[in-house]
């Protein structure tokens, strides 16, 4: 007779073996939860491989993925240990609180696949398993669809020169830019300011158009501003084009620039790991975690306690001062809202309608902690005009700020229409959010399952609904190009919301 051999399973591989599958980078907080879940290799004992104070396999390979994480790995000891205290002493948790921050301004997984919502002043971008679309109004092109479209009543998908995969995307005002997996940029829109960063014509661009500027200088994140555009390089350096009337390009002077040039200053300061733009100055978020701000100082958005203008990068002292270390900011056209290593949110600038959420209109000269949400720990913030949203780890979502055309999510606007401190949107409850972008009067969200909703003004469409003319409350947009969601994924998600990590 044959040998008989036993089926093998993952008990029988070599405990080394099993910790190396689990740091290899490729899983998420939610994947090691499942696996703890169903399998006891991974709640088992550790044998010797590492200090008792983790309970489990899973937990010293949460451990090890903060390690490597670039967010964690910048941070000096005691922002690590405090780090780890806000997450309840969870390295599941604090995984999860870092991976969601990370693609908070990137793609963000969902059962549905991965996604990014961009909303510019009156239009939407959307990303889906790198196939990009957009709808809303499209003045100079702006929606990427050539000439003839002035208005996308649904989502569109974008066609490119050459077939490519788009990772990031940013809309503004009148122009577009978008990332590729390569590295390479492509933009589209208003170029009367150069902004698109095309120096032969000011003309519009109404299909996206390769940076040539940039070729051989592969980006991964880009921010537009109006009239102006800001780039990051995977090597950490900003390349900033177009319109330079209050020093938005950071280059110590107000001459436009109609193709990308380097920062210099910021060269000299460290590398840089996040941008953001708003109307007419930028952020730039060092590796260490120090914010700069250059460009106009009116609102107070620059953060430096006063409104004159700064021709180059400015670190923002307040922070700097407390030992704070930024991770993430968002430009809004008067007020900006940042996020630190903690998942504590600060608020400065304009302080009309509660846009702050501080509980009053009063004006912030530099960044004050909003106080209301230190119980929560935020994963993202989003400025836009006179409002702003905090995604926080549990997946749900504040707002506070000016509720005109239902573009907080609120229906029940009452006597006033302005929330000055953080409320939750009781309507998004039942759905984890995973992502949050708002435009001018129109906001929208990605859920975990990769559902999208819109809420807001939609007289352009900027909202893909070809039958209303706003939304008061969130209301479900349907992508019809969108598969079936893939089962195990949708189950792994749902097994994991069940248990606090």
């Known amino acids: 007779m044959g040998d008989h051999f036993r089926p093998a399973s993952m008990e029988d591989l070599p405990l080394h073996l099993v910790l190396e599958i689990l740091t290899s980078g490729k899983l ?18 550790n044998y010797g491989l590492f200090s008792k104070e983790f309970r489990s396999f899973v937990d010293f390979a949460a451990f090890k993925l903060c390690e490597l994480h670039p967010i964690y790995s910048s941070l000096h000891l005691n922002a690590q240990k405090e780090a780890l205290n806000r997450c309840n002493g ?37 990303i889906k398993d790198s196939e990009v679309y957009s709808c809303g109004s499209s003045l100079c092109g702006v929606l990427g669809h050539g000439p003839e479209t002035t208005q996308c009543v649904a989502f569109t ?51 996206p158009r390769l940076v040539e500027a940039l070729k051989g200088i592969p980006c991964k994140q880009v921010a537009a501003g109006l009239s102006f555009t800001v780039f990051l390089s995977r090597e950490g350096h900003v390349y900033t084009c177009g319109t330079n009337a209050h ?36 952020l730039a978020i060092c590796q260490d975690g120090t914010l700069f701000s250059f460009g106009s100082g009116t609102n107070f958005c620059l953060g430096h306690g006063e409104q004159h203008n700064e021709l180059q990068p400015r670190a923002v002292q307040s922070f700097r001062r407390k030992g704070i270390t930024v991770v993430r900011a968002s430009a809004g056209d008067e007020h900006v809202v940042a996020l630190d290593s903690s998942g504590y949110v600060y608020t400065w600038g304009k302080g009309y309608c509660g846009a702050l959420g ?5 004006d912030r000269t530099t960044p004050e902690l909003l106080s209301s949400l230190q119980s929560h720990l ?37 006597v006033s229409d302005k929330i000055t401190r953080p409320r939750v949107l009781e309507c998004l409850r039942n759905h984890r959010i995973s992502q949050v972008s708002t435009g001018l009067y129109h906001s929208v969200v990605v859920t975990n399952q990769g559902q999208m909703f819109g809420f807001g003004d939609n007289e352009r469409a900027q909202l893909a609904h070809d039958s209303l003319r706003g939304c008061l409350k969130p209301t479900e947009i349907v992508l019809k190009e ?20």
């Open 28 to 45: 998420s907080a939610v994947d090691l939860v499942c696996l703890e879940l169903t399998s006891r290799t991974f709640r088992g004992n």
């Open 90 to 126: 969870s390295w599941k948790r604090l995984l999860r609180f870092l991976q969601s921050v990370e693609r908070s301004s990137d793609l963000v997984e969902t059962s549905a696949g991965n996604m990014q919502i961009r909303s510019g002043r009156y239009h939407t971008l959307l």
């Open 358 to 362: 501080h509980g009053d209109e009063t």
């Open 378 to 414: 935020a994963v993202q913030v989003c400025a836009s005009k006179r409002k702003t949203f905090v995604l926080v780890d549990d997946g749900s979502l504040y707002g506070f700020g000016w509720m005109g055309f239902g573009s907080l999510g609120f229906p029940d606007r009452g």
């Open 247 to 282: 020093g938005q390009l950071g280059h110590g002077d107000t001459l436009d620039r109609p193709t990308p040039k380097i920062v210099e200053l910021l060269e000299c300061l460290g590398s840089v790991v996040h941008i953001a733009a708003g109307p007419s100055y930028a």
């Open 157 to 207: 998908r974008i066609s490119f020169p050459t077939p490519l995969q788009v990772v990031q995307v940013s809309a503004s005002h009148n122009h577009a830019a978008f990332v590729t997996q390569s590295g390479e940029v492509y933009t589209c829109g208003d170029n009367s300011s150069f902004c698109c960063g095309h120096s032969d014509t000011n003309r519009p661009i109404f299909r």
């Open 482 to 501: 969108i598969d079936d969601t893939n089962l195990y994924q949708k189950v792994v998600e749902r097994v994991a919301l069940l248990f606090d990590f």
